[in-house]
């Protein structure tokens, strides 16, 4: 076999079945044939034909008759004839995937509030973004009995052009306690009641398809009014008192804490809602202070171990001082003298009357 047609052969083994239009766009000019698990075949002008080292393809197993991908198909036929390096194959192969033109949801992380009973509170939002509507929902709303929905607290929708957002409030229980703040769209609720605690939410609605979610988890707490402080004395002996203060808010005690302190400042004495003192009489008297303290308010109240503990000492009897001794003596002597006295005339009249 000559050489001629030992190449013949070999070129005939290697070639690739190509459409009237590929082969015309090949022409002359070299061009690289991408296949399956086979080495890279290069054909030049004068058609010499060379092996190069197999490279794996990121398109490998996928030829222009495969039905992988439409318009992929149009896209690898002249990109792969024309030599375009893997990089460029891969920017189109992106191009070509179905894009995701669902709205998207995002939510914040909750936002816990505290509001004090018969006072109102803010449930925050900031809504500088255009939105379509606003919905904000109560603690376990109802649905309506006829279309199932869940009924939300209110609905505050864009206004015509130049006007205000109307807001409306479907949950009969907040009628009249709800308003909108007009720039951030906050909703205050006023007049609360305990029945209003409880995880609020709002959703969002935005003019780009887009929804934005958040909860406000509400808790209510009264407002502390002076503690009340129950006083426990017991005297030792030696002139020794110890007082137990008990100080109580009339509140859970759950969200409460207490400190004891001294009214003229210094270290926090304790942290319980009992404070034990010791006292000794005739001392001075320190007082202590008991503070209340809840998510809302804090307030405070006084107490004397003095007037604790001296109020069950007996009564002592007086000590005689030296100036009411010396009185006492010299009125003796006085009357002891004036006795004196009276008893020498006594005996002298006597002596003159008799015969």
């Not at 509507?133 to 603690?139: K, Q």
Request: net charge positive.
């Amino acid at each position: 076999m000559d050489s001629e047609s030992y190449q013949s052969q070999r070129l005939s083994s290697h070639a690739v079945t190509r459409t009237p239009h590929e082969t015309a766009a090949l022409g002359r000019t070299p061009r690289s044939v991408l296949r399956a698990g086979a080495t890279h075949q290069t054909e030049s002008v004068d058609g010499a034909i060379g092996k190069a080292p197999a490279e794996p393809s990121l398109f490998s197993g996928v030829t222009p008759e495969s039905p992988w991908h439409p318009d992929l198909r149009l896209v690898l036929q002249p990109a792969r004839m024309a030599g375009a390096p893997r990089s460029f194959l891969l920017f189109l192969l992106l191009l070509s995937q179905p894009r995701d033109t669902s709205p998207g949801m995002s939510f914040c992380s909750p936002k816990w509030v505290n509001g004090i009973l018969g006072e109102s509170v803010v449930l925050p939002l900031d809504s500088e973004a255009m939105f379509k509507r606003i919905t904000w929902y109560a603690p376990s709303p109802h649905q309506d009995a006829a279309s199932g929905r869940r009924v939300p607290l209110a609905i505050v929708t864009m206004g015509g052009a130049g006007a205000l957002p109307r807001l409306a409030v479907e949950a009969k229980r907040y009628r009249g306690r709800v308003r909108l703040h007009s720039r951030t769209y906050s909703l205050e609720i006023s007049n609360l009641t305990m029945a209003d605690e409880g995880k609020y939410k709002v959703e969002k609605n935005l003019i780009a398809h887009d929804q934005y979610g958040c909860d406000y988890p509400l808790s209510i707490y009264k407002r502390l009014s002076e503690p009340e402080i129950r006083v426990h004395p017991v005297m030792a002996g030696n002139g020794t008192c110890y007082v137990t203060f008990t100080c109580s808010a009339g509140e859970r005690a759950w969200h409460l804490t207490y400190t004891w302190t001294r009214p003229a400042g210094g270290a926090v004495l304790s942290t319980e809602e009992s404070l034990l003192v010791q006292h000794r009489l005739g001392d001075e008297d320190s007082p202590v202070t008991c503070t209340a303290t809840n998510p809302v308010s804090n307030s405070s109240a006084s107490a004397s171990p003095k007037a604790a503990c001296e109020g069950l000492a007996p009564p002592q009897t007086p000590a005689l001082s030296y100036c009411r001794a010396k009185g006492i003596l010299v009125l003796g002597v006085l009357g002891t003298l004036l006795a004196g006295i009276l008893t020498v005339h006594v005996l002298a009249a006597r002596e003159q009357t008799r015969p």
